[in-house]
């Protein structure tokens, strides 16, 4: 299998396996380049500096080796999904029994919890924007929390009784057309769901920031990208990358370090990464850190 | 007069003064390079290169220190220092510092990757203030935002005389307000400006000998990049427009009278009338009669305020909108020149016209609003003295004590400087308030806080407390303002609108039209509606 990143590479993160020479300035990959070649290789986690990913040796990581890794069990929950660090430094993570939210790394070693939520149970995944929390469980529903001032991200009636700061269900999200949802993005302060069906829905913003994707509110949207079926998806800071059904990868929003892997210096709408995984290849997932993109290549196995 | 304290007020508003460096010199440098090269090359090109490199150096260090430190123990108490915002970013922060001081020509490859990833930096940490309320917002992030603006500007000021760049690139020096750091900070940015000014003093001192000033065209200039044409307009006009498109009638007037000595303030406000509701409203006509910006450096001339910052190419934040609660009401930030042109006298306008006067309509309003302005020109800060009537102890809230603030140590100043027609909604403050109007005219209409029950206070909004801001419309109500258009109102809602407005009407309030010279005290929790009738400026104080 072969990972393949474009963007930001200020520390390195998209060369594995170390720097020859650290005298100069790494610079940033303009387009999808291969990174990583090895049996297996897992969804990576790229943080603002580092890139953390799961393969046949273990873990390995790319770039600056960030606060938050310090810490083992944290490094293996966001690997899982089960863990994930908003803009603001705090830290949610799920135990199987309840949602713990930290405020900070620190407070995460020191088993200090802000907060526990126990009201999200079977949760299969985690994903934080800046200033909140998604979470998904199993069963396709869908939980929110987070800073009331950005209501958008949350996807719900903020009230006295359904606050912000504590996770409440996200109505809209079920009894969609195509099923339940199976998976969520989050960054910025935009989040995503996309369901069995495989459509692709959206919804957040900030109140003065322009966002880089139509018709985004405090309501899910569904994205549309031609006519394309979603296999995959993935957000960054400002920034998001698709994966069709039919294999290609679509990606928008800001071009500052190269993350959409396309040539434009400004903010594009969605558009095609001119990437062909080769004969026979097959993209299986995409990633985004916060500035950079990822896709994972299934090549055919080799015959001897 | 004041809006409310920055943590409780409106998001956008709130935003808006977390990232409003409130000193930016876009094109300030590129321009005088332009204009007068050699003089000031001489001049203080030198000296504040050399300012920059040793803030580079010290950047650096500091960054290479903390990284030490971290590593030999990697679990400190870091929320007081850089490493706060994470080692990454002070590592690549220090080698940004790095690649500056080794730095060959600014013209390279390796300079264009440093300016990106300065770039990097600064949208990494502001991307940060939006993710706090002010008040939460870590001191590192600021200190971050801080030092990679001193690095970019350090670099631009080396491609600023490299002569493939200094006719495209801008200079920006920024965050002074929020500038953040021990070593550097608010200190460094001042001392830099200092120098920046006695460049900007002598230019023009040299194009006045040599009259080199490029003969004027009547071309407004909407970027305000180049400001020597409409400029020239600015400093030939006397004095700003006295034009009030509209003046409210003065229905329950405030008393005038002289001003009184500190211990007969002190005594009126400890010996209230109406001993529940505490001292009320007055007005002092002599005041600030002693005031160099009544005087001598008067406020009143557009040249003399151009002459305090660099001939209007400072950058203020200023709201757009006529109100801080109407819809479409934003903040941004434009240069001194640019808002006294475009936004406070129209008149000034190089293609100003008499009509334009009163087609206002399509213009949008800028307001300089609850600005610390004047600690940001100390030379207009030395036009006002504080007037020895703050130094009193006035009493507490006359209803409510959870209002009272920590007793501060200097009165808090802020200036209001817009043209006819602002509005600051009907709120009160948690402070008492000396109110100067040292240019033009405002309107202002005061409710006891014995009414606030009846002044419908806005509850928090979108997050943000709005408590002290009262939902209703002056104007509105009075049928000075056409109602916001976009309100469908089911005739439930209207006949209950029309309640409120039939009661709003009853509630008993004073009301004064402020001249130029005049002081209004406005006591602690008292209900204000304020209005701009001419171009206005005017400075508060608060104190308790």
Known sequence: MELYASGNNAWNQLVFGGVESASNEPTD???????????????PHASLACTCVNTSNGIQTAGFPEDWMQSQSLKDRVLQSLAAIAGNGTIAVYDGQAVRQYQSVSHFQHGTAQRVFTSMRNVSQIVAYETGFAALSTTGQVWTWGDERYEACLCRDVS????????????????????KVKKLAAAGYLLMALTEGNDLYAWGGRPGLPGFLDDISASPSPVVIEDHDVADCAIGQSHAVVLTMSGEVYTAGANGNGQLGITTETDSPWSRVPFSPGSDATILSVACGPRNSFMIVQKPSRHT | MDTPTPN?????????LHTAPSLLLNSLLAYLLQRHQGNWKEMVYRQLLQFCRDASHQIRQECDDLLAAAEADPSPQRHQSLLGCGSALVSLLSRQASVLASLEHPNTSAADLLMKRLEDILSISYSKFYCFLFKDLPVYWRQLYTDASILKFHLLLLRATDAAHSDQQTLSLEGIRWAA??????????KALDLLHDAWTSTQAEAGANAVRPAKRAKLDDKGDDPSSSDDMLFAAASFSLFQPFTPPVEKPIPCRPAMSVESFQTYMDNPPDSTLGPEPLIFTDLVEDWPARTTHPWDKPAYLLSTTFGGHRLVPVEIGRSYVDEGWGQKLITFGTLMRDYIDPSLSPDHTVQNDKSQSGKQIAYLAQHPLLTQLPALRNDILIPDLCYTSPPPHPTDSAKDQPEVDEPKLNAWFGPPGTITPLHNDPYHNLLVQVVGCKYVRLYSPLHTEQMQARGKED???MGNTSSLDVGVLEGWDQPAQDQQLSPDEQASEERLRRAFKDVPYVDCILNPGDTLYIPIGWWHYVRGLSVSFSVSFWWN
Do not use: C, K, N, Y
């Not at chain 1, 006295?160 to 099923?179: K, R």
């Not at chain 2, 750091?181 to 001042?190: A, L, P």
């Open chain 2, 8 to 16: 409780q007020t409106h998001p956008t508003f709130l935003l808006v």
């Open chain 1, 29 to 43: 990959f303009a387009s999808f380049q291969l990174v990583l070649r090895d049996p297996v290789i897992e969804r």
């Open chain 2, 463 to 465: 997050g943000v407390e």
């Open chain 1, 160 to 179: 006295d009784v359904s606050l912000a700061e504590e996770p409440g269900t996200v109505a809209e999200l079920e009894g969609l057309p195509t099923g």
């Open chain 2, 181 to 190: 750091g021990e070593q550097r900070g608010r200190v460094w940015v001042g």
